[in-house]
């Protein structure tokens, strides 16, 4: 960090997620102004992972685009990536997040809230379609993607996309904010 100044690049151009990754970084640096350079990083997976492995390893590939493309030039590295799994109880949607930070030189992983999905939605996203598009047929919605998601549709926006990223980073920013704890 320079000068109250605190540079974020972010592996996505999704306004949802680069919102989220800014708020975070916020709530744990208020006094800092937060720069946020957004980019289209390719996950090297599915458009829709479909398994929680997936959904992590396109984090984290997003992650990795940015630090080579940029170098050191950011404290942070942000990448959010969205996946469903089925579990013994059912289908269910979450995202992965994975911060790099330049200063600490530390990786932290984080999972967000999972939001149950009904079968036929997960069906529907076995055949290939994805989740952001299945929604938007359900509920009669435009691009809930870069909206409030499944998320807030299915919670009647009680949670939102946004909602849940900024929690999970959050929760994640913690292995960075107390660094010396994580040794």
Request: aromatic share 6%; charged share 10%.
């Given at each position: 960090m320079t000068n109250n100044?605190?540079?974020l690049i972010i592996g996505s151009k999704n306004p949802v997620k680069v919102n989220a990754a800014k708020a975070a970084l916020q709530s744990y640096f208020p006094q800092q102004d937060i720069n946020v350079v957004s980019?289209?990083?390719?996950?090297?997976?599915?458009?829709?992972?479909?398994?929680e492995a997936e959904t992590l390893l396109g984090a984290k590939n997003r992650v990795s685009h940015c630090q080579q493309e940029f170098g050191e030039t950011a404290?942070?590295?942000?990448?959010?990536?969205g996946g469903v799994d089925h579990y013994h109880y059912g289908p269910a949607a979450f995202a992965y997040v994975v911060i790099s930070s330049t200063d600490t030189n530390q990786e932290a992983i984080g999972l967000s809230a999972q939001l149950p999905l009904p079968e036929g939605v997960y069906?529907?996203?076995?055949?290939g379609e994805e989740l952001g598009d299945v929604i938007d047929k359900l509920f009669n919605t435009h691009n809930a993607k870069q909206k409030s998601g499944a998320m807030g549709l299915?919670?009647?926006?009680?949670?939102t996309r946004q909602s849940t990223y900024e929690q999970a980073?959050?929760?994640?920013?913690?292995?960075?904010?107390?660094a010396n704890l994580y040794q």
């Open positions: 100044k605190l540079n980019v289209n990083a390719p996950s090297g997976v599915a458009e829709q992972p479909m398994t404290d942070y590295y942000i990448a959010i990536e069906q529907a996203l076995q055949q299915f919670t009647n926006g009680l949670a980073l959050i929760l994640a920013l913690a292995k960075i904010a107390n």
